[in-house]
């Protein structure tokens, strides 16, 4: 289940990226206890912390991602990743914690990025309005984002982060 939370700011998921262990149902119906990860537009997972990916899911690919009711029959904390074929039910901790996955993986899948120079810098870019925003005469990031000067420097020239397809080093599943 999620072992932190970067800021109590419920928006925190887009100047940081999500982290933390959560069960996966097998398609036997068991649960596996499984490190979690944010990565950009990605959502992987691994065994353990630090050790070797088992899977990335390229979140602008995926179905539906969906909040379960509390009430579902393997309680509270439920959400589903829909790939393919595939539903993922993966659970956390708590409701809220689930929630805050879901709406982490969705902003995401709806092309929301993450993007960091250092871990103390992070900069939101969202792919549809930055190039809009920066001709329009806007010359600072969005509300939302409070950016340091020398990241503002850098949108001159806007980086336009779009969703591409799974790199050859990633394995979808």
Same mark, same amino acid.
């Given at each position: 289940?999620?072992?932190?939370?970067?800021?109590?700011?419920?928006?925190?998921?887009?100047?940081?990226?999500?982290?933390?262990?959560?069960?996966?149902?097998?398609?036997?119906?068991?649960?596996?206890?499984?490190?979690?990860?944010?990565?950009?537009?990605?959502?992987?997972?691994?065994?353990?912390?630090?050790?070797?990916?088992?899977?990335?899911?390229?979140?602008?690919?995926?179905?539906?991602?969906?909040?379960?009711?509390?009430?579902?029959?393997?309680?509270?904390?439920?959400?589903?990743?829909?790939?393919?074929?595939?539903?993922?039910?993966? &659970? /956390?901790?708590? =409701?809220?914690?689930?929630? @805050?996955?879901?709406?982490?993986? %969705?902003?995401? !899948?709806?092309?929301?990025?993450?993007?960091?120079?250092?871990?103390?810098?992070?900069?939101?870019?969202?792919?549809?309005?930055?190039?809009?925003?920066?001709?329009?005469?806007?010359?600072?990031?969005?509300?939302?984002? &409070? /950016?340091?000067? =020398?990241?503002?420097?850098? @949108?001159?020239?806007?980086?336009? %982060?779009?969703? !591409?397809?799974?790199?050859?080093?990633?394995?979808?599943?």
């Amino acid at each position: 289940m999620e072992d932190k939370h970067p800021h109590d700011d419920t928006t925190a998921y887009m100047t940081d990226e999500l982290r933390g262990y959560l069960l996966k149902k097998t398609r036997n119906g068991k649960w596996q206890k499984r490190w979690f990860e944010t990565n950009g537009c990605f959502l992987t997972y691994y065994k353990k912390q630090g050790q070797k990916l088992l899977a990335a899911l390229n979140l602008p690919q995926v179905g539906e991602i969906a909040l379960l009711p509390e009430g579902a029959e393997d309680g509270p904390g439920l959400f589903t990743i829909e790939l393919n074929d595939r539903i993922y039910t993966i &659970k /956390a901790k708590s =409701q809220d914690d689930a929630a @805050l996955w879901v709406e982490a993986l %969705v902003w995401r !899948q709806q092309g929301g990025v993450v993007a960091s120079s250092n871990t103390d810098e992070a900069l939101l870019l969202q792919h549809a309005n930055s190039n809009e925003d920066m001709q329009d005469g806007m010359d600072s990031p969005p509300p939302a984002v &409070k /950016a340091p000067q =020398q990241l503002k420097d850098k @949108l001159e020239q806007p980086e336009v %982060v779009k969703p !591409q397809g799974c790199t050859k080093c990633c394995v979808i599943q």
